[in-house]
């Protein structure tokens, strides 16, 4: 037999950043209300859940990267969307939010949750903003709070 250690999808009692970018703040405000709603059903408390604006998705990690420094939070939810058809640097943007929201919670054991939509349409990115493939601000919400706990756990 095994010990297994896992997070549990409660968010009593965790405190939460979420920075999310305003460029396509058409889709990137339901992200937002896709989160704050996965939180609230999941226990966390309105004063544990702070929301941080940036331009646009190049923006996150810098923001997340202050965020973690504060040593306030159990986890950042990042949120964007980065679409193709709009952009001729698509890969810049998209790839520097990858990495660089990578690179934050490797460098600070501050779990970063990424709920940065990269599609090629509008319409997909409406698809996973609330649509009919889900919300992605939803699960990344629901992945904070897993890796929230699970980082709580693996300390002690
Ligand atoms: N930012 C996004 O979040 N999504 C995009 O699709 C996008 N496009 O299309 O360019 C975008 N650009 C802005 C970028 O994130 C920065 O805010 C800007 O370059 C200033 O640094």
Redesign the pocket.
Known sequence: MSQVTEGNLDARGLKFAIVV?R??SFITDRLLAGAEDALKRSGAAAEDVEVVRV?????LPMAAKALAAQKRFDAIIAL????RG??P??DH?AGQAASGLAAVQAETGVPVAFGVLTTNTVEQAIDRAGGKSGNKGFDAAMTAIEMGDLMRRLRK
């Open positions: 970018a460029f396509n331009p646009g998705s190049w923006e964007g969307a980065v679409i709009e952009t640097h698509f943007v």
